[in-house]
């Protein structure tokens, strides 16, 4: 593969394809889900599930991890989320109505976490900590699982309670941070860093 680089980083690489996949496909999976193409729907957010999980682990695997690819991993991860929280509300809520006070906190700290990056630091918070990482893999099952198959709110719980979770760790981080890098692996390492 020819090399590209950005700020010294080389950011033509196959993780970096993937994440800009999941970009590109956004407006058509949003078409999709807009015009009620539920099959489409469903067929394009799966795959962009699924290449949301090779990208960060084909990226450690190959190791050509750069911040260019983590900021596009992240830009790609919010629009495939966006479009499987629109596909919830547009397909599935009458089966998540019940149980959408947990949804809303984990809503709620999603966007504080953003707003506290861009405050500190004017960027998209591109950490990719293990508990997010490990509650974005739940998320992707959970709604791999809730459109294919159906809606077990066991699943539910765990992976939008684990997500809140996670969210407020990278909050925390967020404000330890002189400036957002990659490889913080969560709050306890940071603290064991710094001390």
Not at 69 to 98: E, R, S, V
Not at 157 to 179: H, T
Request: charged share 15%; proline share 3%; net charge positive.
């Amino acid at each position: 593969m020819k090399q590209i680089l950005y700020k010294g980083e080389n950011i033509l690489n196959l993780p970096n394809i993937l994440s800009l996949y999941r970009v590109l496909v956004f407006p058509v999976i949003f078409y999709m889900a807009l015009s009620g193409n539920e099959s489409w729907f469903v067929i394009l957010l799966c795959i962009s599930l699924v290449s949301d999980i090779l990208d960060g682990n084909l990226a450690r695997l190959l190791k050509v991890q750069t911040n260019f690819g983590a900021a596009l991993d992240n830009l790609g991860d919010m629009l495939t989320y966006a479009m499987a929280l629109l596909g919830l509300f547009l397909f599935k809520w009458p089966d998540i109505a019940p149980h959408a006070w947990i949804l809303w906190v984990f809503l709620g700290v999603f966007v504080a976490s953003y707003l506290v990056s861009f405050a500190r630091f004017g960027k998209i918070p591109g950490l990719h900590l293990y508990s997010a990482v490990s509650a974005g893999y739940l998320q992707g099952i959970f709604f791999f699982v809730l459109f294919v198959f159906d809606f077990y709110p066991w699943m539910y719980y765990l992976a939008v309670g684990w997500g809140a979770l996670a969210y407020i760790e990278k909050i925390l981080v967020l404000l330890k941070l002189d400036d957002i890098r990659i490889g913080v692996k969560g709050l306890y390492w940071l603290m064991k860093e710094k001390s």
